[in-house]
């Protein structure tokens, strides 16, 4: 596969604990934000995404989690499960602009 | 199935040699993107386009071309310009997100590995 997970931060869980995927975003007038999976040699796929309207949003065992006034993202797992293993990255964008991606941040789940 | 469609996988190219990378999406977006990937690092956006015709410079344009001829196809040519294209190139398309501007979700294709040996 490819090796885009070279030098990332690397969370490291057992599988059925909650994982926390931390993203520190640069923009303080960023409006959307928005979070991708991505498994080894493939594209990022869209895990769920939040306005700067809200600081919490619920989708499938995943949570997303927002603090402008620290300008933090987070991305919670419940139950992680060995398929979660991937390289997750958070990326930002404000009005018309395109996305700006983080490095990413692996996250390695053993059974 | 509705998607994007990147090929080849692989391509392995001379020095001084130009690459085409095909990119063709049957979402009906408007817009499309390409991005570069290198290990350890983010995405990085090399150029995009809103609509036909017309395409704008991304974060790291120099060494790369595209064109927008059609809606559903946005080809990338690594040219020998380009002083390291080895690389993971994505492509991705769009329609305009709900907060009114041109990038909401991206939807992205199964990339291409550039390797120039």
């Known amino acids: 596969g490819e090796s885009v997970g070279l030098h990332l931060p690397t969370l490291s869980v057992q599988e059925g604990d909650n994982s926390i995927i931390n993203c520190a975003y640069s923009n303080s007038a960023s409006d959307y934000f928005i979070w991708y999976k991505q498994e080894s040699g493939k594209g990022p796929q869209f895990i769920i995404d939040i306005r700067s309207n809200m600081d919490k949003r619920q989708g499938q065992r995943v949570t997303v989690l927002l603090n402008k006034t620290v300008k933090h993202l987070s991305l919670q797992i419940a139950a992680t499960q060995p398929g979660d293993s991937a390289v997750y990255f958070c990326a930002e964008k404000r009005g018309y602009s395109t996305l700006t991606f983080g490095k990413g941040t692996m996250l390695l789940v053993s059974p | 199935d509705g998607g994007i469609t990147q090929s080849p996988k692989y391509l392995f190219r001379k020095e001084g040699q130009n690459v085409t990378l095909s990119c063709e999406q049957n979402?009906?977006?408007?817009?499309m993107y390409w991005y570069r990937q290198d290990p350890g690092q983010g995405l990085r956006l090399i150029y995009y386009s809103q609509i036909v015709n017309d395409f704008q410079k991304g974060d790291i344009a120099e060494g790369y071309s595209v064109s927008r001829e059609k809606k559903e196809s946005f080809p990338l040519t690594v040219t020998s310009a380009q002083k390291n294209p080895t690389a993971f190139y994505l492509c991705a398309s769009s329609n305009p997100g709900t907060s009114g501007g041109p990038t909401g979700e991206l939807f992205f294709g199964e990339g291409s590995r550039l390797t120039v040996l």
């Open positions: 979402l009906n977006h408007d817009a």
